[in-house]
């Protein structure tokens, strides 16, 4: 069954850096398009950064600029760079499938918790 694993969150200052990864398995994953998602203190879930195979990406307009997906489909891995972080990055951070209905999703990882400090 699919499992995702997300780490490297943490606590950073306004301006600083962090990069997210993501182990996937239980499924294809070299052919289907990986997504970053996040939840803030009292907010739903929203979608922040795509990735195609082979490789095109897309991005929210809050993060776009700053923030970086890639993948490594040898290692079943996703990542998000985030740089220049702001308050409002803060959340719990999660990779998920990608799809127009992604909001459907039953199962979801841990997440891993990115606090930026003003």
């Known amino acids: 069954q699919v499992q995702l694993v997300e780490s490297g969150g943490g606590l950073v200052q306004s301006g600083g850096s962090l990069r997210l990864s993501c182990a996937a398995s239980?499924?294809?994953?070299?052919?289907?398009?990986m997504g970053w998602y996040r939840q803030g203190p009292g907010k739903q879930r929203e979608w922040v950064a795509l990735?195609?195979?082979?490789?095109?990406?897309n991005y929210a307009d809050s993060v776009k600029g700053r923030f970086t997906i890639s993948r490594d489909n040898a290692k079943k891995m996703v990542y998000l760079q985030m740089n220049n972080l702001k308050p409002e990055d803060t959340g719990v951070y999660y990779c998920?499938?990608?799809?127009?209905?992604?909001?459907?999703?039953?199962?979801w990882g841990q997440g891993t918790q990115v606090t930026v400090s003003s």
């Open positions: 998920n499938l990608w799809s127009p209905e992604w909001t459907n999703r039953d199962y």
């Open positions: 239980g499924f294809f994953f070299s052919i289907n398009a």
């Open positions: 990735i195609r195979s082979p490789g095109s990406t």
